[in-house]
Structures are given as C-alpha cells and as structure tokens.
C-alpha cells in the first residue's frame, strides 16, 4: 500500500511539474532568433542548417572539454542521439575549437553534429554565459516554412535535472549520491 501511494504521489508531482512548464513555456512565448553562424572542423555552418530535414533542432549548450559535468550530460544523452534526430535536429554547441571538438568527439564517441561559439555571440544571447564564463544547457528552435527561427524552450543543466539519469536514480539511493561527482 506504501508503495502504491508513493507511486501515485510520484505521478502526481511529474504532471503538476509538466503542467507548470508548460505554462512558463506559454507565458513566455517563441523568440525570434538570427541566423547564427558557427565553426566547424569541415568549415562555417550557420542554424538553420542544423536543422537538416527537420523543422525543429535541439542544441545543447556544453561547457566544453574542462567540464567533467558537461562530458556526464553530453554521454547520457548521445545514447537517444537516433531516438532524437528521428524527431528533430541536433547539434552540441562548445567554446572549444573544432579541433578540440573533433578529439573529444573521437575519444567519446559522440555522435553529434559539433559546433564551435568561438567567435559567436549564441551563448550570450541565449542566456548561457555568466559572470563566470559558460553555463551548461539545452536550447529548442523552430523553423517556419518562411524560414523564420524561433527559440521555443531552454532548460538548464544540473545535478537533479530531467536531462541526466544518473542524478534520480542516485536519488532512490540510501543517502543520494553521497558526494559523487562525474570524473
């Protein structure tokens, strides 16, 4: 019977969380967006070609290969790579190089589409620098049949969010993650 009433609470707690982020996302309404333009090791790319055939893109907002955090997140979430591009564009934004982009994503495995902030204003504008240099994330565009790019929802990336497993299963753990950092 306990176990009923926490898995009812459970559900209970991830609609009102469903609920209440979508009417933040709501609230807060599509922004228009131009047309950034990245480096990559085959050259220049710009947003709207991340999207490929799709009408929607994802790109995740990493650290870059300093960040033991970011590689944790960039890891768990290229295992639904194939799940993810049959639904949408994807593409791993860093302000590392191309070249170190290209090391990390051999040594990793990753399958992503790379692409480099040096020189790009993308992380500021879309809220993912600080005080404190880059902040890890993931943003969502739409691209109209005019062409017109909309950034439709972001979410930060940390430690208990929905984006890394690793955190709420630790969570069921005796104790959490008892300190446990990614390495």
Same mark, same amino acid.
């Not at 993308?122 to 950034?151: C, I, L, Q, W």
């Given at each position: 019977?306990? !176990? ?6 459970? +559900?209970?707690?991830?609609? *009102? %969380? ?5 009417? /933040? ?67 791993? !934004? ?6 170190? +982009?290209?090391?990390?994503? *051999? %040594? ?5 589409? /790379? ?69």
């Amino acid at each position: 019977m306990a !176990s009923e009433r926490f898995n009812t609470a459970y +559900q209970n707690l991830q609609n *009102a %969380k469903a609920e209440m982020l979508a009417a /933040m996302r709501e609230a807060h309404g599509p922004e228009v967006k131009e047309d950034y333009e990245f480096q990559t090791e085959q050259g220049q790319v710009r947003l709207s070609e991340l999207f490929g055939h799709h009408d929607d893109l994802l790109v995740i907002h990493n650290m870059g290969r300093s960040c033991n955090y970011c590689t944790l997140w960039a890891d768990g979430l290229a295992s639904l790579e194939p799940m993810i591009t049959e639904r949408c564009g994807l593409a791993l !934004s860093s302000p590392d190089s191309p070249e170190t +982009q290209a090391e990390v994503k *051999a %040594k990793r495995g990753w399958p992503y589409q /790379m692409v480099s902030l040096k020189g790009s204003r993308f992380a500021h504008d879309m809220g993912y620098v600080s005080d404190h240099g880059y902040m890890p994330g993931v943003s969502a565009f739409h691209k109209n049949a005019s062409g017109e790019m909309t950034r439709t929802g972001s979410a930060f990336f940390g430690p208990g969010d929905d984006f890394c497993a690793i955190w709420p299963l630790f969570d069921l753990l005796e104790g959490g993650a008892k300190g446990w950092e990614p390495k």
